[in-house]
């Protein structure tokens, strides 16, 4: 079955520390996205990556970094400087990403992170 | 610049009961639109999405949307709500960038 996967659902870490999310896809596809879901905020893009070893940042990448070496892999790193980093974290991907076609996004099933 | 107004971030309906729940676009082009549901603790799962194939779009369980040019608007509807449609729903327009750009969310109630 083809899908997204993310690992782990659930993930504790103390202030200060780095934590990586991983984000797996067989879809084969090109694009993948990282967001961040807050309640009440709907989502929210942090980084995306179009193509293998290339990646631009979305509308709140400070805190943030990622790397894109395999077309199936897109770990999103929470560093110590995210301020606020407790917060659902989606992971996503699509076919493509070009100005036209329309390229629906599908979606993991979500790392919950709290940092205390 | 595309956006997306979703009214209402709660909505009660009872069982049996008509679903509508109120999306608004705005997009200098036109327009691919996507409804998205989310269910507690889980991702988000693509309900249906509008092309500009036709107007009244239909998708997964029993809910359509009809495209509105003249009132940008992006309504979901379903004609009989169940127990299992209570979700947080997610209207999202593409931009010219490719990217998507989602509406605060409308979280639906179902009465017994």
């Known amino acids: 079955d083809g899908g997204i996967t993310q690992s782990p659902k659930y993930l504790f870490r103390k202030e200060g520390q780095n934590v990586t999310l991983s984000c797996e896809q067989n879809l084969n596809h090109d694009a993948m996205y990282w967001y961040r879901q807050d309640p009440g905020q709907g989502l929210r893009l942090i980084y995306y990556s179009q193509i293998v070893n290339d990646f631009q940042k979305g509308d709140i990448a400070e805190g943030y970094s990622v790397s894109r070496e395999k077309k199936e892999s897109f770990p999103l790193t929470v560093t110590s400087a995210q301020k606020n980093p407790t917060a659902f974290y989606l992971c996503?991907?699509?076919?493509?990403?070009?100005?036209?076609?329309?390229?629906?996004?599908?979606f993991g099933p979500g790392t919950r992170l709290t940092v205390t | 610049a595309q956006s997306v107004t979703q009214l209402g971030s709660h909505v009660s309906v009872s069982e049996g009961a008509l679903v509508l729940l109120r999306c608004n676009y705005s997009s200098s082009v036109p327009p691919y639109l996507f409804w998205y549901v989310q269910y507690p603790n889980q991702g988000l799962q693509l309900l249906l999405k509008?092309?500009?194939?036709?107007?009244l779009v239909k998708g997964i369980n029993g809910f359509e949307a009809e495209f509105k040019k003249s009132e940008t608007s992006f309504h979901l509807t379903k004609p009989s709500a169940h127990m299992s449609d209570a979700a947080e729903y997610f209207c999202a327009v593409r931009s010219n960038t490719g990217k998507l750009i989602f509406g605060q969310g409308t979280t639906l109630q179902v009465k017994p």
């Open positions: 509008y092309t500009s194939a036709a107007t």
């Open positions: 996503a991907s699509s076919i493509g990403s070009g100005r036209t076609g329309s390229y629906e996004q599908y």
